[in-house]
């Protein structure tokens, strides 16, 4: 196990990296990308995104969720979810508009995070009645939440011996399949930390897929300028060099020992969405041009990976890679 972490001089930055989104999620949903009734309670900015950004975050979102639903049919239920850097993400409330039903929901970041999640969640019956059930209570102090089947905690995901107990707070069953969700999480986690991290999981879960999404092709001009940019308000991205490529994005798995491991870039990942989709939403919002949506896809990738044999034959998308 790893020492305890000290709050790291990026830290604030990367926690301010969960408003950004977040306003780019309210801005797609607003606009009519996709639909969530939730993200309003948690985020009120109403500025407008440029329509590469609205496109960009609607495959993302719809990238994710694809992962999820194929996993959620894999096991029929019989699994828990685990948000890793969960943000303000609604993916919770969403599933319980469906019919499907997991065992544990359990998301995690950093505490200044989950006090405000907290907070909003506290304050909106329409959120609790979502966690709460007749015969379940729910717990809450200034950082963390606990309900029958969901659990939102304060943790420093670089701190293990805090993360295994934290997830023992939460009832976590290390033997049932699991799913872990990260969007643009790792490549904040130092290189060593990052590493620690997937090995701990994968020597603790028996069965489980890892869905990564996350900057890729990072060593060309168009990913210079997104480093730059990021630097310039004081984020670095740590594991950068897990992002050079979409191999090195597998390899980062495989050398921790996952089983398998597979990626995509975007391009492919919203070419795998039905055309249907792909064709309304294109007519929310005109492009004046293609290219940056172009480029904006090729330097972003959804990763797969996977431990035991359970999940190994997934298709993520109809595209051969």
Known sequence: MEPPCS???????????????SDCKRCAVRLGY????????????????????????FARVKGVEMCVE????????DCQIINLGCGFDTLYFRLRDTSHQVKNFIELDFPTVTARKCYTIKRNKALL???HDEDGEVRLSPTDLHGPSYHLMGVDLRNLDELDNKLQQAEVNYSLPTIFLAECVLVYIEMQNCKNLLKWISNKFTNAVFVNYEQVNMNDRFGEVMLNNLRSRGCSLASVEACVS????????LECGWTGSRAW????????????????????????????LLQLFQHYCLVVAWIGELFQDIEITCVNV
């Open 70 to 77: 194929k996993f959620l049919k894999k096991t029929n239920g």
């Open 7 to 21: 709050f790291h001089p990026c830290d604030e930055a990367v926690i301010a990296t969960n408003d950004d989104a």
């Open 246 to 253: 979409l191999d090195t994005q597998v390899s980062r798995f």
């Open 34 to 57: 996709w639909k969530d009734e939730y993200i309003g309670y948690f985020v009120r900015n109403q500025d407008r995104k440029a329509p590469e950004i609205n496109r960009g975050y």
């Open 129 to 131: 009645a979502k966690i």
């Open 265 to 292: 870039d975007m391009v492919q990942i919203y070419q795998s969405l039905p055309e249907v989709e792909r064709q309304r939403i294109e007519r929310i919002e005109m492009l004046d041009e293609g290219e940056l």
